[in-house]
Structure formats: structure tokens, C-alpha cells
């Protein structure tokens, strides 16, 4: 009832190219999105975040696009750079609470110059 | 400072051991975290304090896992007699007082690397 399932573990993107990476979750209750990006030997910083009550969000290159019925939302990053390789989590949480973030297990993004 | 910090940053212990990691977070931030992230594997929240309200342990995976936070500020996540399967990289957060707007958003220290021998 808790997880979020990420895909896939691993993605290899030209430089130029379109990153997507997929969550589903299953509560229901989750009412708030994040999108994390981590770097070797760092924690992870917050990307950006989506409530369900829109679509999509965008800012600069990343996108997230939420698709309530199905309860999965994705993380596109456009214009993918060699900066861009990290680790990314999706996340979800109930809002209003400070509860605690379920993460899914994680997408390390390889962009190649 | 003014993100979250954690020390060490680097732990070797031996099995058995105790070992404290501590975490000083984001001054004013009342809400607290510890994770667990695994080599490969998502972050595993562990506990969780919300100002002086009693914490959320529901995460930790055993007894031998603890933790305190002194005067709403400063916390310490301890594991006695530490195994192998406990290296991992543990992570603190914390985000803003509760009923801001931005209390969802959690900030992340750069984790205690523990290596159990």
C-alpha cells in the first residue's frame, strides 16, 4: 500500500536527447509528488514536485507529467546534459501532515556528450 | 550553515560495536528525518519527529536502532551492536514548521557513509 515502483533502474541518453523515467504508486492517499535528484557522495535535493490536482508540470527542462487514474506519473527531462547524469527518486507523500516521503528505488540517468 | 549537516561523514566500526551518527538541521525546521539509503536501493525511512510530538519509529528495523532529538533541534540516530547489513549510507532531513506551505519539501543532509567490518 506504501510503495512506489520506478523504471527503469537504468537509462543511457545522448546528449540532446529526451529522459523519461515512470512511477506508479498505490496509496491513494499520496497527495504530493517529488521528484529528487542525487549526485555521488551527495543527498538528495529536491527537482521538482507535483500535487494531483494538475496534469503537468514544468520548469525549464524537467516535466512531470501525473496522470491521476492510472496513479503514475513520469519525470521528462528535455534537452538532456552530461550535467544532467545522477541518480533521480520519485517520491510521494500525504500533504499537510510533514509525513514521511515512500521513495521509489531510484533511476541512475547516464548522459553521453 | 544553512543546509542540514551529519557527522562523520565517513564511519568504519566493527561488528558489534555501537555507533552514533548526529544530525543538525535546518535552523527552524521542526520536522525531522532519518533514512536509510542501501547500496543501489531507494532511501527506507526510518523515524521521524515533529516538533515535541512523540516520534514516528515505525521505519526502524530492529531494536538496536534509536534515536533522540534534544530540544527540538539536534538529533542522534544510534545502532548498537552494529551488524554487516547495517552499511549503509544513513540520511537526515528535515523540512519547515507544520501548516507552512512548504512543509512537504524536505532537505537533505550529505548522509553518514557506515561501514560495518
Known amino acids: 500500500q506504501q510503495q512506489v515502483k520506478q523504471s527503469p533502474q537504468s537509462l543511457i541518453v545522448q546528449k540532446g536527447g529526451i529522459s523519461i523515467i515512470n512511477c506508479a504508486y498505490e496509496?491513494?492517499?499520496?497527495?504530493?509528488f517529488p521528484w529528487y535528484q542525487q549526485f555521488p557522495g551527495k543527498g538528495p535535493a529536491l527537482l521538482i514536485a507535483i500535487r494531483p490536482d494538475v496534469s503537468e508540470k514544468k520548469e525549464g527542462r524537467f516535466t512531470i507529467s501525473f496522470n491521476k487514474s492510472a496513479k503514475q506519473f513520469s519525470l521528462h527531462i528535455m534537452d538532456s546534459q552530461p550535467g544532467d547524469s545522477a541518480t533521480y527518486f520519485c517520491?510521494?507523500?500525504?500533504?499537510?501532515?510533514?509525513?514521511?516521503?515512500?521513495f521509489g528505488s531510484g533511476t541512475q540517468l547516464t548522459v553521453l556528450p | 550553515g544553512a543546509g542540514v549537516s551529519q557527522s562523520p561523514s565517513n564511519k568504519v566500526t566493527e561488528k558489534g560495536k555501537d555507533v552514533e551518527l548526529r544530525c543538525d538541521p535546518i535552523?527552524?525546521?521542526?520536522?525531522l528525518y532519518w533514512y536509510r539509503q542501501s547500496l543501489g536501493q531507494g532511501l527506507e525511512f526510518l523515524i521521524y519527529f515533529q516538533g515535541n510530538s512523540a516520534p514516528d519509529k515505525s521505519g526502524l528495523p530492529s531494536d538496536r536502532f534509536s534515536a533522540e532529538r534534544t530540544g527540538g533541534s539536534v538529533s542522534t540516530l544510534t545502532i548498537q551492536r552494529t551488524q554487516q547489513e547495517d552499511s549503509a549510507v544513513y540520511l537526515c532531513a528535515s523540512s519547515s514548521r507544520w501548516g507552512s506551505t512548504s512543509q512537504e519539501t524536505q532537505y537533505f543532509g550529505p548522509g553518514t557513509r557506515l561501514l560495518v567490518l
Open positions: 517520491a510521494a507523500t500525504i500533504s499537510g501532515s510533514a509525513r514521511q516521503l515512500t
Open positions: 535552523s527552524g525546521h521542526t520536522a
Open positions: 496509496n491513494t492517499a499520496f497527495d504530493y
